[in-house]
């Protein structure tokens, strides 16, 4: 969800473009001729949906694109935006619908765009992805086989970077990005967000389990380039009737490679397992057909299986920690940044107070079930 939040001490510039600004730019850098733009809701770069008209040179092909201006601390970082961009094209290339990246007149997959305000030039790194046909998961009551399915295509995807390769591969390590599992102890910087309450007391109970039992792991995971925010917003689905004649919902859409960073296996599971709790109306049952979905391709160790309860609570502590952050950033866009936190403090409250053992329970039966073949 977010990219620009690096480093503790940065603190990215949104970019604020308005559409004829934004039309203007699709024209100059992309060449096509834009017929309609619409804002689309972001985090810390700048979305439009854009609309174009058919050109006599441009007769098929798309005519709906996403522009993507990137905030001021990522466009410094153009390696980065790069690699994203060709894991994009790669996981396309092997089958997962991801959107194309299109090319500017000049032949390249991003431009960097130069704003003179007066007072100071600003860099934004601009890129222009197909629109994606569907709908985000986060607006249908999601079916179990849906979960198992997310699950098991987190996993696909992660088993499939696994044979990218790319001469700038190492931009990916992102030290100290705060949306990293592993940096979960860098939130404390940013608790004063949460003012002094007992959504504090857990946050730092979470922080203090995972210093204790996930720091002095890690060495035991599996390591590998995570997508890292497979969430309920980020994955469009489309339906399909199915032979008795409900409502099947097929993923037709993997969105937002922002937040990519070298992790391990079990950080993307937990990280998907938390954004489906989060509309859920049995939250604590969500887990295990994720899990279920997810060991399908990978089966996780027994160690990474250990660490799963405190990396999807410690997910629930990033975001909220993060979203309140960025909240007293930017107060006009609170609605969307709260949106995983308004619930998410709930379902956090609730593993707390079941337990880890409790929790497991559920989700291992659940995984267990779907080996013996009675799902539950
Ligand atoms: N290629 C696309 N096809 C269809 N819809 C898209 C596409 N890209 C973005 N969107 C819509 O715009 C929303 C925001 O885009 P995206 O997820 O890429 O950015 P974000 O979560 O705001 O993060 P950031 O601000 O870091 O870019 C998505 O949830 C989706 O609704
Ligand atoms: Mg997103």
């Given amino acids: 969800m977010s990219s620009g939040v690096d480093q503790q001490s940065q603190v990215p510039a949104k970019p604020t473009f308005g559409e004829v600004q934004a039309s203007a730019l699709v024209e100059s850098v992309f060449g096509l001729k834009v017929s309609k733009i619409q804002p689309l809701p972001s985090y810390d770069d700048q979305n439009f949906h854009v609309y174009t008209s058919r050109t006599k040179d441009t007769t098929d092909g798309p005519t709906e694109y996403v522009l993507k201006i990137s905030n001021t601390e990522t466009s410094k970082n153009p390696d980065l935006i790069e690699v994203q961009s060709h894991i994009i094209m790669f996981l396309k290339a092997a089958g997962f619908p991801t959107a194309s990246v299109c090319r500017t007149k000049g032949d390249n997959i991003t431009s960097l765009v130069s704003v003179d305000s007066g007072s100071e030039v600003k860099s934004y790194l601009v890129r222009l992805l197909t629109y994606l046909p ?64 007992q959504t504090r007391e857990i946050v730092e109970q979470v922080i203090q389990l995972f210093k204790e039992e996930v720091m002095t792991k890690l060495s035991h995971f599996r390591e590998c380039i995570n997508h890292g925010d497979l969430n309920d917003h980020n994955i469009l689905i489309e339906s399909s009737k199915s032979a008795c004649g409900d409502a099947e919902y ?33 939250p604590m049952q969500v887990g295990g057909h994720v899990l279920a979905g997810f060991e399908s391709i990978i089966p996780l160790t027994a160690a990474e299986r250990g660490a799963l309860f405190l990396l999807v609570c410690s997910r629930f502590c990033q975001s909220l920690v993060i979203a309140a952050h960025s909240c007293q950033l930017y107060p006009e866009n609170k609605d ?17 107070d079941m337990g880890q053992k409790a929790v497991e329970e559920i989700w291992f039966e659940t995984a267990k079930s779907y080996e013996s073949g009675i799902s539950m």
């Fill in 134 to 197: 569907g709908r985000p998961v986060a607006e249908i009551p999601v079916s179990l086989q849906l979960l198992y399915d997310i699950g098991r295509l987190a996993a696909k995807l992660d088993k499939t970077l696994e044979k990218f390769h790319h001469p700038k591969l190492s931009s990916l390590q992102r030290k100290n990005f705060i949306w990293n599992l592993k940096n979960v102890p860098l939130l404390e910087e940013y608790l004063h967000a949460l003012g002094q309450n």
């Fill in 336 to 352: 969307y940044l709260m949106i995983t936190a308004k619930t998410g403090w709930k379902h956090l409250q609730q593993m707390f």
């Fill in 250 to 282: 097929r993923v037709s859409g993997i969105l937002d490679f922002s937040d990519m960073s070298c992790g391990y296996y079990v950080f993307e599971v937990a990280i998907t397992i938390m954004y489906m709790m989060i509309e859920s109306k049995s």
